[in-house]
């Protein structure tokens, strides 16, 4: 089955040796995310998050040169293990945000020993879908995600490096 795409949407999708627990605990533990969220040599260097429907994120990421960028959101849908959903169109408790952005839907979904992770993100407008790409989104979502897993491996005997990723 094919989904049909948005063109609005980006999509990337890849198998990681760990179960989806441990996946969704990478995306939702403050001491984790610091780790792995952003692809080196940027590194994320703060990150606050309040894991409930309507509860804020806060994650700042920093660039080679030092720069600072921060990254506020709110998470639309959590079931735990499973999905988070989360939008920058609001900042804090349904604040709107200056300037929506992306919403994304990760899903964490058991296949075999592992997870396939997936990350749907939908922009606002296919111009901020463009943006996202040339900003280097497959190769960013990529790196990161092979990071996650590195991270989470030692914590599952046996488990190696992410799999196969694939990006749409």
Same mark, same amino acid.
């Given at each position: 089955?094919?989904?049909?795409? #948005?063109?609005?949407?980006?999509?990337?999708?890849?198998?990681?040796?760990?179960?989806?627990?441990?996946?969704?605990?990478?995306?939702?533990?403050?001491?984790?995310?610091? $780790?792995?969220?952003?692809?080196?040599?940027?590194?994320?260097?703060?990150?606050?998050? #309040?894991?409930?429907?309507?509860?804020?994120?806060?994650?700042?990421?920093?660039?080679?040169?030092? $720069?600072?960028?921060?990254?506020?959101?709110?998470?639309? #849908?959590?079931?735990?293990?499973?999905?988070?959903?989360?939008? #920058?169109?609001?900042?804090?408790?349904?604040?709107?945000?200056?300037?929506?952005?992306?919403?994304?839907?990760?899903?964490?979904?058991?296949?075999?020993?592992?997870?396939?992770?997936?990350?749907?993100?939908?922009?606002?407008?296919?111009?901020?879908?463009?943006?996202?790409?040339?900003?280097?989104?497959?190769?960013?979502?990529?790196?990161?995600?092979? $990071?996650?897993?590195?991270?989470?491996?030692?914590?599952?005997?046996?488990?190696?490096?992410?799999?196969?990723?694939?990006?749409?």
């Amino acid at each position: 089955m094919t989904d049909a795409i #948005d063109p609005r949407e980006l999509v990337f999708t890849c198998h990681m040796p760990v179960p989806p627990h441990l996946v969704y605990r990478g995306w939702t533990d403050p001491a984790l995310l610091v $780790q792995w969220f952003t692809p080196a040599p940027w590194k994320t260097v703060k990150a606050e998050v #309040d894991v409930r429907p309507g509860g804020s994120n806060y994650i700042e990421m920093e660039s080679p040169e030092g $720069q600072r960028v921060p990254n506020r959101g709110v998470y639309l #849908d959590v079931v735990p293990n499973e999905r988070l959903v989360i939008t #920058d169109a609001f900042t804090s408790a349904w604040e709107p945000s200056p300037k929506a952005f992306m919403t994304v839907v990760l899903t964490f979904t058991p296949e075999g020993s592992g997870t396939r992770y997936t990350a749907r993100v939908q922009h606002w407008s296919e111009s901020d879908r463009e943006s996202h790409e040339e900003m280097g989104f497959h190769h960013g979502w990529g790196a990161a995600a092979k $990071q996650l897993a590195a991270l989470l491996a030692p914590l599952v005997p046996g488990a190696g490096a992410a799999g196969e990723d694939t990006a749409v």
